[in-house]
């Protein structure tokens, strides 16, 4: 993907299984959204090839279209419709696609509750809050029940408790639909909550691939260990902390108090992976298979 | 199939929308009641060379406007401003979204311009004396130069709305309308005007609109104040029905180029532009 003479994506090379909820994380600029956008239909790449739902989303058709589902970010649009009357009607364009296997388009009814909108069905667009438009942004998302599921920072803005509502959302349409999720975040708490796979660009390229215990534990080989003992603390760093605890106790035996074994969270990881990318240092390929 | 009747209840919703929004009504309602003041004000005048009420050969003419202003300024300035806001953008993300968008979108203004037209002619029989409505003639032609001049100012509009760059200079359309109509003897008739600004006024759907309701709704010696003192109804539906044509087959070229543009980063782009403004 290029944007004038600089290439902006280059090599972001993936794969994501049926059922799967794979995260794009990645510092601003990284290609996130065009990635996604690519992907959506919504861009033409430059070069490279892309199947998604096995047809090239550049050139598929309105068949391939109503497979997929896409949260936009609501700003100003529909302000006049009511929710139940929106959805109803968006619903509407996806009936020709009902298959015995996915009946389309999901019930209106049952898709206001499952997003938890009930009491607000009747509300015009306009007079919904945030966090309820951004609920209604999910279901707009959803109507169709889409086999596949775009989620461009599905959470920015949210209170926690929105937040906590939303991941649940997630969770269910991927483990009772079966939906594949593709979702882009800065939050790194959220994509080791939500996501079985976790992908890592910067500068326009994949640095990291894998789930995020496979990512802690490929790029840091060494654990920290804490504890105490008579009232002193101690704190070392180890390759082998099996090894090391082992050895502890069998020095102190019972002495050892407080014990703690702490791997290198997520964070850790991510902020060294982008650093060194960002650095330009060769970057350790990490890729895990699935 | 289900795209074409998911467009004709989607005209449906906003066109009740528009009639139950108090902002939008009292729009109408203001404009309408300029226009109303001005022809009553000018009932008692007569048309130059006639004795024929000036207000009401106004209201026959701005019947004519209706449907020239709405075609072009109000389907371009929603389209700009849809395209702005992510509406587009929510039809290009289902299936045949597009379809269903614009086909909304032509059906809630029709019924706009029909409903004015309504309310117009109604106000016209009972406050205005002279309209020549008695024939089956007169509401014949009425009908083929609403449907003539809707499918001459619709895609004009749809065209212009897909070269505006944003909402925000969709005011230089209804700018550039409102210059046309002034060249356009709705208010006043044309052959008063210089001949140069004959011409160009001629070049436009809202003269052919204007002369093409007279043509409908005024007594037949009427025709003696256009130009070749004729009602000119071949010369109409050939001038209408061209642009038509051109409309028809630019619009969709036009209108997927936009809608190929249209995706989450640009409407964000948009977005934060215009919260810039406000903040």
């Known amino acids: ?290 | 199939m289900t795209a074409t009747r998911a467009g004709f209840v989607r005209g449906w919703i906003e066109l009740k929308q528009t009639l139950t929004t108090p902002g939008d009504v009292i729009t109408m309602a203001i404009f309408s009641a300029l226009f109303l003041a001005v022809m009553l004000w000018t009932r008692h005048t007569t048309v130059p060379g006639t004795q024929f009420s000036l207000g009401t050969a106004m209201l026959v003419s701005v019947l004519g406007m209706d449907v020239g202003f709405n075609g072009v300024a109000t389907l371009g300035g929603l389209l700009t401003v849809e395209r702005d806001d992510g509406t587009l953008l929510r039809a290009k993300a289902i299936p045949n979204g597009m379809t269903g968008y614009l086909i909304g979108k032509l059906i809630t203004v029709s019924g706009t311009v029909l409903i004015g037209v309504g309310i117009r002619l109604i106000t016209g029989v009972l406050l205005f004396s002279g309209l020549a409505l008695a024939s089956a003639g007169a509401w014949l032609t009425l009908i083929w130069v609403l449907l003539l001049g809707l499918l001459a100012t619709l895609p004009l509009g749809a065209l212009l709305g897909s070269l505006i760059p944003s909402a925000r200079s969709a005011g230089l359309l209804t700018l550039s309308v409102s210059g046309i109509i002034a060249v356009s003897g709705i208010f006043y008739p044309i052959t008063h005007l210089p001949h140069w600004l004959q011409w160009a006024g001629q070049a436009f759907p809202m003269y052919w609109l204007g002369l093409g309701m007279r043509s409908a709704l005024l007594p037949g010696t009427m025709a003696a104040v256009e130009i070749g003192h004729s009602w000119r109804h071949l010369e109409t539906s050939l001038m209408l029905a061209a642009w038509a044509v051109a409309g028809l087959a630019l619009a969709p070229v036009l209108l997927r180029r936009v809608a190929r543009r249209e995706s989450g980063a640009s409407v964000a782009a948009r977005r934060e532009r215009a919260l810039r403004r406000m903040g």
Do not use: C
Not at chain 1, 156 to 165: H, K, V
Not at chain 1, 207 to 215: C, F, M, N, P
Not at chain 1, 224 to 234: F, I, N, P, T
């Open chain 1, 1 to 290: 993907m290029r944007y004038g003479k600089t290439d902006v994506l280059n090599g972001v090379t993936f794969t994501a299984r049926r059922g799967e909820v794979v995260a794009l994380l990645g510092p601003n600029g990284a290609g996130k959204t065009t990635t996604i956008e690519i992907l959506e239909g919504f861009r033409i790449r430059s070069a490279g090839e892309v199947s998604v739902l096995g047809a090239d989303p550049a050139h598929a058709g309105e068949a391939w279209r109503a497979r997929i589902g896409i949260v936009l970010q609501s700003w100003r649009d529909h302000a006049k419709w009511q929710v139940r009357e929106l959805l109803a009607h968006l619903g509407s364009y996806y009936a020709p696609y009902s298959t015995a296997r996915v009946a389309r388009p999901w019930d209106t009814d049952d898709l206001i509750a499952a997003v938890g909108l009930t009491e607000h069905a009747h509300k015009k667009v306009r007079r919904l809050s945030g966090g309820q438009r951004r609920r209604l942004d999910v279901a707009i998302g959803i109507v169709g029940r889409p086999e596949l599921l775009f989620l461009d920072e599905p959470t920015a803005g949210f209170d926690p408790e929105a937040r906590r509502e939303f991941h649940d959302l997630v969770h269910k349409l991927a483990d009772s639909e079966n939906t594949t999720i593709l979702l882009t975040t800065h939050d790194l708490d959220e994509a080791e909550k939500l996501a079985d796979r976790i992908l890592i660009l910067a500068g326009g390229r994949v640095i990291a691939d894998g789930s995020a215990d496979e990512l802690s534990r490929r790029m840091s080989t060494q654990a920290e260990v804490r504890w105490s003992r008579d009232g002193q603390r101690y704190v070392h760093s180890a390759d082998d902390a099996t090894g090391y605890v082992r050895e502890l106790f069998r020095q102190y035996g019972e002495s050892v108090q407080d014990l703690e074994v702490r791997r290198a969270s997520l964070e850790d990881t991510y902020m060294a992976l982008v650093r060194e990318a960002e650095s330009g240092a060769p970057a350790r390929h990490l890729s895990a298979v699935a």
